[in-house]
């Protein structure tokens, strides 16, 4: 697609039910980010895609996140068991990842509201 | 490893004033350099790059010199405007796998 694209946009749901948020990247683009992003704070690593790498889950911040990137292309973000504190906006970011070019384009972001 | 760090904010500044976001950063080689702003209300987007060691970076009046001896990345502007109050992220890429790594920041407020 011409740009990052992320669905939904916005999302409410009730403490402890599971969420899915899903981003479609740039075609062609093999590296792909999920941030989280609070009250216009700054941005906070979840995790990173990069080809058929082993994904940098480093930032994910308990086990009720999990991310999942199928066929190197779209990418679903699962929160299990939502808590209040995960409300924020989750932002999806892509690049092309090549030693010339690593800029990476971002979504509209998904905006989480956990009631 | 590879860090960013930037100068904490809010930054506020009346119209016209001289601009300075300092960013300075800590990697192995020489890392791709980026400025991202996020306007009120909008997404993250690419304000400038630089690439290399010396390269400067510009777009929109902004500037940004590539300071390989003191692993710096400042934002300039010379005279700002209203429209510039926004969030400015630094960030660079790793190159061992391109991953962006960022800073945690700088809101700008500009006062006409």
């Known amino acids: 697609g011409a740009g990052v694209s992320q669905s939904p946009s916005n999302k409410v749901t009730e403490k402890g039910k599971d969420v899915e948020l899903r981003c479609d990247p740039i075609s062609g683009h093999t590296a792909l980010y999920w941030y989280r992003q609070s009250l216009g704070q700054g941005l906070e690593f979840l995790i990173y895609?990069?080809?058929?790498?082993?994904?940098?889950k480093s930032g994910l911040p308990s086990d009720r996140f999990s991310a999942e990137r199928t066929g190197g292309s779209v990418s679903t973000l699962t929160i299990q068991r939502t808590q209040q504190e995960d409300s924020a906006v989750y932002l999806c970011?892509?690049?092309?990842?090549?030693?010339?070019?690593?800029?990476?384009?971002f979504g509209q972001g998904t905006r989480l509201t956990v009631v | 490893g590879n860090s960013v760090t930037q100068m904490e904010g809010p930054v506020t500044l009346s119209e016209e004033a001289f601009l300075t976001i300092n960013c300075t950063y800590t990697?192995?080689?020489?890392?791709?350099l980026f400025w991202y702003v996020q306007y009120p209300g909008e997404g993250l987007q690419l304000l400038l790059k630089a690439t290399k060691a010396d390269d400067k970076g510009s777009n929109k009046g902004f500037e940004a010199t590539y300071r390989k001896e003191t692993t710096s990345f400042h934002l300039e502007k010379g005279s700002v405007q209203v429209s510039d109050s926004a969030v400015y992220f630094c960030?660079?890429?790793?190159?061992?796998?391109?991953?962006?790594?960022w800073g945690a920041g700088t809101k700008l407020i500009i006062k006409p």
């Open positions: 970011a892509s690049s092309s990842a090549r030693q010339w070019d690593t800029e990476a384009f």
């Open positions: 960030a660079l890429s790793k190159i061992s796998n391109y991953q962006l790594i």
């Open positions: 990697a192995t080689g020489y890392p791709s």
């Open positions: 895609f990069q080809g058929n790498s082993a994904p940098d």
